[in-house]
């Protein structure tokens, strides 16, 4: 019965199950390849892994690791591997009965491994695409290798019963095997450029996060909250905000993973000399440190792009006094590792905030998300103008000849930082018991700082209720109003005024060209 041509097929026990394998393996490398570029460090099958550490009960879990040692996990991803490796198999044999058999067998799996990313600490929706992707891949991958197969049986079996078209349509059910022997090398390449791909921008970035572990900076110090900055209104956000909630704004796609030993700045343009600053110049100066709070252009009212912590690095004037600023600039143009760029207002680089190259976030190094190891941070500027993460370049110009990222696409070039205020609690449609009821949120005001905050309630007269006081005038303060209220809905509205006697703008604004306006408010109900 078998023919030359086929035979070398034929010896593939099965076909069918070979399929499936292909299918399964080329899922999940594509998924795992979207988890890498998207950083989601818990990649489906590690998500199972972790998944099944998570569920196995303390002691079965301790007795393992004891036997296989420190290479528990290794081994468990090789051995859910072996396993779906099983199932892959027979999902091929399930393709030659029903086509939804198969893709049944895939949901499941899919969906063991959606709950299992779900359970991992942090995650957020984004996680669950690489199983959704991979889910998607199995299923075409699969239907695009048993296509042939099929197409050789039924040759065969219309070879069987009529035996006068046996040499032609044998001939055909030959040339289907041959073109699933394609497909499944096409796709095993495939498989193994993806899963090696997904290693290297995991790889690369677990070297960094090493590094960055294992760094201590010297003269870093971890932040100390005076008390006096709360109000101690349960809701409201904390003054400090951990490096983890801080709110995240870039457009890099695959973030800049840079060991500090190959990382420095250049700094140019229009300078006395040029500087190159590497990592262990800019530890070698002093550290400054402060409270400054970040906040995006694009925060709307009430919105929560904004994060205060505790920045240290280098101060940024004495670097430029260095490389001598001609005084006939206006503009610093800020370039990052992955091309982003901005124009910033030179004075602001060189006046007495304390603008600074920082390395720290809260007393640890700065986290590869938030611009590791170095990034600026200028108080009282938007970030889009200002606070440049993974910084490698700065170019002392006149705004006249530049146009960078965010001025190209519409929004202004100076960039301060507008007053603003939020309400926190009650939170949005909340239940209160009525009589006496505390709000609080926060206000800012960066680099003028605010003196006072006025609620209204149900648009009656403006009452000033009171602030936190953490001596800073970089960061926000925290506030509260004790008002009572009558059963029923209510709206409160917030308005502060810095210390320059400025009040906060009432005119509801968009977030383009230059920051949001208006005041924010919060219904809530009394009963
Ligand atoms: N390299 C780089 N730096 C950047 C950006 C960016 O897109 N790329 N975005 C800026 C913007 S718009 C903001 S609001 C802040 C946000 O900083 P964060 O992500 O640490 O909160 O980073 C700024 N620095
Ligand atoms: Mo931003």
Redesign the pocket.
């Known amino acids: 019965m078998a023919t030359r041509q086929n035979g070398a097929v034929r010896t593939l026990r099965s076909p069918w199950s070979l399929a499936g394998i292909i299918a399964g393996l080329g899922g999940i490398a594509l998924s795992y390849l979207v988890a890498s570029v998207m950083e989601i460090k818990a990649s489906p099958v590690v998500a199972i892994a972790q998944g099944v550490i998570r569920i196995t009960p303390g002691a079965i879990a301790e007795f393992l690791i004891s036997i296989v040692g420190t290479l528990d996990k290794p081994l468990l991803v090789v051995g859910i591997l072996v396993v779906v490796t099983g199932i892959f198999a027979w999902t091929g044999h399930l393709a030659r009965r029903a086509w939804w058999a198969p893709a049944l067998v895939f949901a499941v799996l899919a969906g063991i491994a959606g709950v299992a990313v779900a359970a991992e600490p942090g995650t957020t929706l984004t996680a669950g695409l690489p199983v959704v992707i991979g889910f998607v891949a199995w299923v075409v991958l699969l239907s695009a290798l048993t296509e042939p197969l099929e197409r050789a049986e039924l040759a065969e079996q219309e070879a069987e019963a009529d035996r006068d078209r046996r040499t032609p349509t044998l001939g055909s059910a030959a040339q289907s095997r041959r073109a699933f022997v394609l497909r499944a090398a096409m796709i095993g390449a495939a498989t193994v450029v993806a899963g090696s791909a997904a290693r290297l921008i995991g790889g690369g970035r677990r070297a960094v996060e090493e590094s960055r572990r294992l760094l201590r900076l010297e003269g870093v110090s971890a932040p100390v909250v005076p008390d006096t900055a709360r109000v101690g209104v349960e809701g409201v956000a904390p003054w400090l905000t951990g490096a983890d909630d ?7 796609l695959v973030v800049p993973v840079i060991n500090p030993s190959e990382w420095q700045l250049r700094i140019h343009g229009m300078v006395d000399r040029e500087i190159i600053v590497t990592y262990d110049d800019l530890m070698a100066r002093e550290t400054i440190e402060g409270f400054v709070t ?1 906040c ?2 694009s925060n709307p009212v009430g919105g929560d ?1 904004i ?1 205060n912590a505790w920045w240290s690095g280098a101060k940024l004037s004495d670097l430029l006094a260095e490389a001598g600023v001609s005084p006939d600039a206006d503009a610093v143009l800020q370039t ?1 590792d ?1 091309g ?1 760029n901005c124009g910033t207002p030179l004075a602001a680089l060189t006046d007495d905030r304390n603008a600074m190259l920082a390395v720290a976030m809260n007393g640890k190094p700065l986290p590869i ?3 590791f190891p170095v990034r600026s941070v200028v108080p009282g500027l ?3 103008v200002s ?4 910084v490698v370049d700065m170019e002392v110009t006149r705004f006249d000849k530049i146009d960078a990222y965010w001025t190209q696409r519409g929004w202004g070039e100076l960039g301060p930082i507008k007053i603003g205020s939020r309400v926190d609690v009650p939170r949005s449609g909340e239940n209160v018991e009525a009589g006496a009821v505390s709000l609080g949120g926060v206000a800012w005001a960066q680099h003028t700082g605010i003196a006072k905050i006025e609620v209204s309630v149900d648009g009656g007269d403006w009452q000033e209720g009171t602030i936190g006081d953490a001596g800073v005038i970089d960061a926000w303060v925290q506030w509260r109003a004790d008002i009572t209220v009558e059963p029923g809905d209510h709206l409160v509205r917030v308005r502060a005024t810095d210390l320059a006697g400025v009040l906060q703008d009432p005119v509801e604004r968009d977030v383009l060209p230059d920051g949001a306006t208006g005041y924010a408010e919060r219904d809530f109900t009394a009963t």
Do not use: A, M, N
């Not at 801080?246 to 890099?252: A, M």
């Open positions: 801080f709110y995240r704004i870039d457009t890099s970040l995006c252009v792009l994060g990052s992955d982003w998300e938030h611009g938007y970030g889009y606070g440049t993460k993974w």
